[in-house]
């Protein structure tokens, strides 16, 4: 789910800051890797939890990520359907380009706070809560701000 959501899709959002075609398609391919990255990932968790009989979505971290994911599904669709550089079927279409910007970034932002839900309902110990905080806050910006 990290590399998926912080690293894949984060870096994404800044490739597609560098501007131009071929980033803008690196940003389609970074972004669609991490939402697969992502799906497998709860593909995984769901079954390890199916196997051990937990119940499933128990923690406000379960139900945050449920929503993030399945919100980062609709500006996957938009990009690749709407906003593809090659075939989208109305790639200049500044409201479809301005909802799939900020609603991506709305995405990114609640992974971020749905990792550090998760990683503190696994450890109380602050240096490593920090060591997952610290570089968020330092680099998240690049990702979510203009």
């Not at 939402?35 to 979505?57: F, Q, S, T």
């Not at 998760?118 to 109380?124: D, N, R, W």
């Amino acid at each position: 789910m990290v590399t998926g959501f912080i690293g894949l899709m984060g870096i994404s959002a800044v490739t597609k800051k560098l501007g131009g075609y071929a980033n803008t398609k690196l940003h389609g391919i970074l972004a669609s890797f991490g939402l697969i990255c992502v799906l497998l990932g709860l593909w995984v968790i769901w079954k390890n939890k199916e196997l051990h009989g937990k119940d499933h979505i128990t923690t406000t971290h379960a139900l945050m990520g449920i929503i993030t994911i399945a919100c980062a599904v609709g500006p996957a669709i938009v990009g690749a359907v709407f906003l593809h550089p090659d075939f989208g079927i109305d790639k200049t279409n500044q409201q479809f380009r301005f909802a799939h910007k900020w609603f991506g970034r709305i995405v990114i932002a609640s992974a971020y706070v749905t990792g550090f839900l998760g990683l503190k309902h696994m450890t109380s110990d602050i240096l490593v809560l920090l060591t997952y905080a610290v570089p968020l806050m330092i680099l998240g910006p690049m990702a979510l701000l203009d």
